[in-house]
């Protein structure tokens, strides 16, 4: 009587009382599926979750979803779509046959509990660097198999392995009109900026950002309709490279610590009450 109690509070929209201490990320963390809605994502990348999350199935003619023990290849329809159709695309380049898949999001979206801030509606993807050219990975080798790093001098410069291919699928990527922006280390944005000769517009969306040398991160818009969706400013105009070469030089040769900056305060972590009120309806649903 006590759990279907909680449960009826929850979907009603009350506040319980272990839920204003449990962190968000217990409840998401634990799903093992899906909730029966339609889809919907709820919220900001990094402050909400997903109903109706859609699988994307472990193997495809052009992709293979990574491991597979986080159970986190779930996404929003349009997000599954875009992986295929990206992947399709990956498939042209020498030396790929598609496209290693990391984190998407959980079953019903959500904080994690280990890893990423966003990833939390289902609109994110985690795409390696590694070329995939074997699409034939047992579930072991899944887990145990590793990308590749492709930046040098701790991201300043892209390194050996990366190559034109690289290039080419995150540029496919980013022309995607679902394509909100990309984040990679800020060394293959500018190495992009200085390769590429044709139209620029596209390097608007990709975007520096500490790490993302083992994979790139694909952001997309919200779909069309949904209204409990919550947009991320667009990026600054321009191709942002200008932007990207100050990112490496500040690498290369670190600015001087401002001495009146404030302690950095800890992260917390959110709670059922911080996300969108629908999340509860989508943690409780069966």
């Given at each position: 009587m006590v759990r279907i109690a909680a449960a009826l509070l929850i979907a009603l929209g009350l506040a319980?009382?272990?839920?204003?201490?449990?962190?968000?990320?217990?409840?998401?963390?634990r799903e093992k599926v899906a909730s029966p809605h339609k889809p919907a994502p709820f919220g900001g990348y990094a402050k909400g979750c997903m109903a109706g999350g859609v699988q994307l199935p472990e193997?495809?003619?052009?992709?293979?979803?990574?491991?597979l023990s986080r159970n986190r290849n779930w996404g929003h329809p349009e997000t599954i779509d875009f992986i295929k159709d990206l992947s399709a695309k990956a498939a042209r380049q020498p030396?790929?046959?598609?496209?290693?898949?990391?984190?998407?999001?959980?079953?019903?979206?959500?904080?994690?509990?280990?890893?990423?801030?966003?990833?939390?509606?289902?609109?994110?993807?985690?795409?390696?660097?590694?070329?995939?050219?074997?699409?034939?990975?047992?579930?072991?080798?899944r887990e145990n198999i590793s990308s590749i790093s492709t930046r040098r001098a701790k991201g300043a410069y892209v390194n050996s392995s990366w190559t034109r291919a690289h290039h080419e699928i995150i540029k496919a990527a980013a022309k995607d009109k679902r394509t909100a922006r990309i984040f990679v280390f800020p060394g293959a944005k500018v190495q992009m900026c200085n390769d590429e000769?044709?139209?620029?517009?596209?390097?608007?969306?990709?975007?520096?950002?500490?790490?993302?040398?083992?994979?790139?991160?694909?952001?997309?818009?919200?779909?069309?309709?949904?209204r409990g969706c919550v947009e991320q400013p667009a990026p600054p105009a321009g191709d942002g490279c200008a932007d990207a070469v100050q990112w490496a030089n500040n690498i290369i040769n670190p600015p001087p610590p401002d001495p009146n900056a404030k302690p950095r305060q800890p992260r917390r972590e959110l709670v059922l009450a911080d996300l969108p009120q629908q999340c509860r309806a989508v943690l409780s649903s069966r």
């Amino acid at each position: 009587m006590v759990r279907i109690a909680a449960a009826l509070l929850i979907a009603l929209g009350l506040a319980l009382p272990a839920a204003a201490q449990t962190e968000a990320k217990q409840y998401f963390g634990r799903e093992k599926v899906a909730s029966p809605h339609k889809p919907a994502p709820f919220g900001g990348y990094a402050k909400g979750c997903m109903a109706g999350g859609v699988q994307l199935p472990e193997t495809g003619p052009t992709w293979q979803a990574m491991r597979l023990s986080r159970n986190r290849n779930w996404g929003h329809p349009e997000t599954i779509d875009f992986i295929k159709d990206l992947s399709a695309k990956a498939a042209r380049q020498p030396g790929w046959n598609g496209l290693y898949i990391g984190d998407i999001s959980q079953p019903r979206g959500g904080p994690m509990l280990t890893g990423h801030r966003s990833h939390q509606i289902g609109l994110d993807i985690d795409i390696w660097m590694l070329p995939a050219d074997n699409l034939r990975l047992s579930r072991n080798q899944r887990e145990n198999i590793s990308s590749i790093s492709t930046r040098r001098a701790k991201g300043a410069y892209v390194n050996s392995s990366w190559t034109r291919a690289h290039h080419e699928i995150i540029k496919a990527a980013a022309k995607d009109k679902r394509t909100a922006r990309i984040f990679v280390f800020p060394g293959a944005k500018v190495q992009m900026c200085n390769d590429e000769k044709g139209n620029r517009a596209w390097l608007r969306k990709i975007r520096p950002w500490w790490g993302h040398h083992y994979h790139f991160h694909v952001r997309l818009n919200c779909p069309r309709g949904a209204r409990g969706c919550v947009e991320q400013p667009a990026p600054p105009a321009g191709d942002g490279c200008a932007d990207a070469v100050q990112w490496a030089n500040n690498i290369i040769n670190p600015p001087p610590p401002d001495p009146n900056a404030k302690p950095r305060q800890p992260r917390r972590e959110l709670v059922l009450a911080d996300l969108p009120q629908q999340c509860r309806a989508v943690l409780s649903s069966r």
